[in-house]
């Protein structure tokens, strides 16, 4: 078993994005996997479903998670979708039905997961390991592993557009199947708001950071600088401009590229859609509250400008200056 990067008994430091699907969370981590001392693993909750193989790249990401699964010892019993449903979903908090089949495959799943984590910062020889698997529940899980330091990103996206980007590929005369799928995609962002905000604020302060993804465009270096002082790392900002995604295992269509380029927007208008804004209205003050947040450095330096006490000396006349 690996204990650490070069066996050395340190804790390999996990950053885990945690938040709704399609919230921004691959260009996140390829971000942070391109600061030295990290690699980016992608959504690692899907190796149980295709441990020797990632999903797209070419052979040297085959030849990584091939490398990854020979270090990772009696993980059969779990292959398939059973962790996935028991443990790792949010919709498991909703089945006490599975009760004592989690309680059964949570010493297993534990071992494995915690394997699995050194595995992939042994082959990478990198001290973090991002995770951008989503679920608050598999935070959950990985918060309880030795060897394994867990930093919690909680990133969340205007839920507009969370829900666009999962009928995006609907034709607009699928009218009945884009109702219901938002719908089934306003329940499910509402249990998984409600696990994500309670896991975030029972996760010890200094190992926690709320992002917004409209944020991160805003200003990409300043929240990841914030994210990696989190962090404790030293490690240099990359070229937003050419970013190398690595060997994830799995995540959106950008992992298909070897490379891709952020620039910093300043503004992002979400999609209209009242029904989703009604939904989730009462998320805004909830998320609001959430301590600490990364903050883009330009509204940062107006909120410290606005906080300055008032002068008390009177104004030089204008004609003396």
């Known amino acids: 078993m690996s204990q650490g990067v070069n066996g050395d008994g340190e804790p390999v430091k996990l950053v885990y994005v945690m938040g ?3 919230s921004g969370s691959t260009i996140l981590g390829i971000t942070l996997g391109n600061c030295e001392g990290f ?3 992608g959504e690692l909750e899907e190796w149980l479903m295709s441990p020797e193989r990632s999903r797209w790249g070419a052979a040297d990401r085959q030849q990584f998670w091939s490398a990854v699964r020979a270090r990772v010892q009696g993980a059969e019993a779990l292959f398939g979708g059973e962790a996935n449903r028991c443990l790792e979903r949010s919709s498991a908090a909703l089945r006490p039905d599975l009760w004592r089949r989690r309680r059964r495959m949570r010493p297993l799943y534990g071992r494995v997961a915690g394997e699995l984590i050194r595995a992939v ?3 990478a020889q990198a001290r973090y390991v991002v995770d951008t698997s989503h679920f608050p529940l598999r935070a959950r899980e990985l918060r309880r592993l030795a060897g394994v330091e867990l930093y919690l990103i909680h990133l969340v996206r205007d839920q507009r557009a969370v829900v666009a980007s999962n009928t995006r590929e609907l034709s607009p005369h699928e009218v009945a199947e884009i109702r219901w799928r938002k719908l089934t995609m306003n329940v499910k962002l509402w249990l998984t708001q409600l696990l ?8 010890p302060r ?6 917004r993804h409209e944020d991160f465009l805003e200003d990409p270096s300043g929240v990841t600088r ?12 990359p070229d937003l401009q050419s970013l190398a995604v690595g060997a994830p295992l799995q995540g959106n269509q950008l992992i298909r590229s070897q490379s891709v ?3 910093a927007a300043s503004s992002h ?9 009604l939904a989730q209205a009462v998320w805004a003050p909830l998320l609001s509250r959430l301590r600490p947040a990364a903050k883009p450095a330009a509204r940062a330096r107006q909120r410290s400008v606005s906080r300055e006490p008032a002068t008390s000396e009177p104004p030089t006349p204008a004609h003396s200056r």
């Open 20 to 22: 709704a699907g399609h």
């Open 226 to 237: 914030q994210i990696l002082d989190m962090l404790g790392s030293p490690a240099e900002l």
């Open 261 to 263: 380029a952020i620039r």
């Open 196 to 203: 994500a905000i309670e896991t975030f604020v029972t996760h």
């Open 269 to 277: 208008r979400p999609p209209q859609d009242t029904a989703t804004r």
């Open 206 to 211: 200094e190992r926690r950071l709320f992002v």
């Open 39 to 41: 690699v980016y693993a």
């Open 121 to 123: 910062a042994d082959v």
